[in-house]
């Protein structure tokens, strides 16, 4: 009796130890979390300059030249090229549920549209790389996502890197990026967003105003300013992603540790009865001691 206490005791030690983990790892989470959705507003801030710049570097170009420069499927070396690369942010780290399972399902969806030059998945974080090897979906470019939030204009910088060398040598012109956003009560919210084709029509020529003095020839600076801005839209992404993937993690966290309150819960009421158990027996003991004494 007494070993079978020891073991129950042992158990309920373990699981108080597994209980300070769980919270633990809520707690930083939950910090990650808020750190990235504190970041978001900065960064929209900055898509908004660079939107601005957008348009007015639009009012030099006739608008021909804004339909060419925004398609890069439009002439070109990528001309009749109509490859879709579709951008996957998912977990770095496991204990988030079925984060990642939900946002490779929304990118499935994203990637049936396919196109002529088929689709490339360009695939963010080690979890969801791991489940699309298991699923046998292919995948034509990955990298680890961020272990903070201030990582992510580095992680941005390395996939528009990635986009534009297959973008100028034609084998894509259509660019998505599918992820997770922060704010669900229960389950994991995914959105879609398209990057490229430019969509010109988001950024009327600006009309008012004293016209910028450029330095570079319209259609030049246009393009730099659409490879920033999808820049700026692809750190959002990022962004918006990390703080999903905690939020995520915070629930089953939350989910975990009432598994845990209630397996203690059963744990010390077995061990409270194992204990009463031995005292009945020691009482007994004692009491047929006495007897033979007598």
Same mark, same amino acid.
């Given at each position: ?22 919270? &633990? ?38 608008? =021909? ?164 801005? =999808? ?36 744990? =010390? ?18 009491? &047929? ?6």
């Amino acid at each position: 009796m007494t070993e079978r206490l020891s073991d129950v005791e042992a158990r309920i030690g373990t699981v108080n130890q597994l209980s300070a983990v769980i919270a &633990a790892m809520r707690g930083i989470a939950a910090a990650r979390a808020r750190e990235a959705r504190g970041r978001v507003d900065g960064i929209r801030a900055y898509a908004g300059m660079i939107a601005h710049a957008v348009s007015q570097a639009l009012a030099f170009l006739p608008e =021909v030249e804004r339909r060419h420069i925004a398609d890069p499927g439009d002439g070109g070396g990528a001309r009749g090229v109509r490859g879709h690369a579709v951008i996957v942010l998912t977990a770095e780290q496991g204990f988030a549920g079925t984060f990642s399972e939900r946002v490779l399902e929304a990118a499935d969806a994203v990637a049936v549209e396919g196109g002529e030059g088929g689709v490339e998945r360009f695939l963010i974080g080690d979890r969801g790389l791991s489940l699309a090897e298991e699923r046998g979906s292919p995948v034509a470019w990955s990298a680890p996502m961020v272990a903070h939030a201030a990582q992510a204009p580095v992680l941005a910088g390395r996939i528009v890197d990635a986009l534009y060398d297959r973008i100028e040598a034609g084998r894509i012109a259509r660019v998505t990026v599918v992820h997770a956003v922060p704010g669900g009560a229960a389950a994991v919210e995914t959105t879609a967003r398209r990057l490229v084709p430019f969509d010109v029509a988001r950024f009327p020529p600006a009309t008012d105003g004293i016209p910028p003095v450029l330095t570079l020839p319209p259609a030049d600076l246009l393009a730099r300013l659409i490879e920033e801005y =999808v820049f700026a839209e692809l750190c959002e992404a990022v962004t918006l992603s990390f703080a999903a993937e905690n939020e995520a993690r915070m629930r089953a966290m939350t989910a975990a540790k009432t598994n845990v309150e209630a397996t203690l819960g059963t744990l =010390v009421a077995r061990s409270r009865q194992l204990r009463q158990e031995e005292i009945t027996n020691e009482i007994v003991e004692l009491a &047929a001691s006495s007897s033979t004494i007598a």
